[in-house]
């Protein structure tokens, strides 16, 4: 399977931990995408990467977040002491360029407890 | 401000008949325009993308429709079948530098056998 692959798919977790989900983007491509998708909602945009710069953070994305893109390969979403509302579905998406599909993966779903 | 939305919530059809989901968008300074399918558990699936220099777009099955007097996208599908039965978004990415894409709510495609 080349397509964008997420680990864990579900993580259960209590308020005030810290979590970190992975992103294997489709291997050619050099732009990688966090978004957040809650219950009957469309996803929602929290940051983007081309290769290893982080060049755009949504106001969505608390100083509780952080992502990191080390090598410009594989991507980490690390949220700190989370809260209630971190509860979602967080989707990471690659593409090869401007204006080209963004590809998600399955997500991770997050609860907290 | 930009949002993009969805006239229906919910659209049912019989297997063989053709689809049309319609999406709004509110702002006038995107250029890139993009339609997913999302199944129950997985992330959204791409499906097919048109430009703003485009007014028309085909691929298997599938036409999008992009009406920028109005600002209105439309995905047909012709012949649905059961396995079409999912959650349909549109998303549109703004002019200028920002590479987020902004979902509406979605489309709950039904197929009736």
């Known amino acids: 399977d080349t397509g964008v692959s997420q680990n864990p798919r579900h993580k259960i977790t209590k308020r005030g931990q810290n979590v970190t989900f992975r992103c294997d983007p489709i291997?050619?491509?050099?732009?990688l995408y966090w978004y957040r998708q809650t219950l009957g909602q469309g996803p929602e945009f929290l940051t983007y990467?081309?290769?290893?710069?982080?060049?755009?953070k949504s106001r969505l994305l608390s100083d509780r977040f952080s992502a990191e893109r080390p090598k410009g390969s594989f991507s980490t979403l690390e949220i700190q002491r989370t809260e209630q509302g971190d509860s979602a579905m967080y989707l990471c998406?690659?593409?090869?360029?401007?204006?080209?599909?963004?590809?998600f993966g399955d997500g991770t779903r997050l609860s907290i407890l | 401000g930009e949002s993009v939305g969805l006239h229906l919530p919910t659209l049912s059809v019989q297997e063989g008949d053709n689809s049309i989901i319609n999406c709004a968008y509110s702002?006038?300074?995107?250029?890139?325009f993009i339609w997913y399918k999302q199944e129950s558990g997985k992330g959204p699936q791409f499906i097919i993308d048109?430009?703003?220099?485009?007014d028309k777009r085909q691929g298997q099955r599938v036409t999008v429709l992009l009406n920028k007097t109005v600002k209105h996208l439309s995905l047909q599908i012709a012949a649905t079948q059961p396995g079409d039965s999912a959650v349909y978004f549109c998303?549109?990415?703004?002019?200028?530098?920002?590479?987020?894409?902004?979902f509406g709510k979605g489309t709950k495609l039904t197929v009736n056998p």
């Open positions: 998406a690659s593409s090869s360029g401007h204006n080209q599909p963004q590809h």
């Open positions: 291997s050619e491509h050099n732009r």
């Open positions: 990467f081309q290769n290893e710069a982080q060049l755009e």
């Open positions: 702002n006038s300074a995107s250029d890139y």
């Open positions: 048109i430009r703003s220099n485009m």
């Open positions: 998303a549109e990415k703004t002019q200028g530098g920002s590479e987020k894409l902004v």
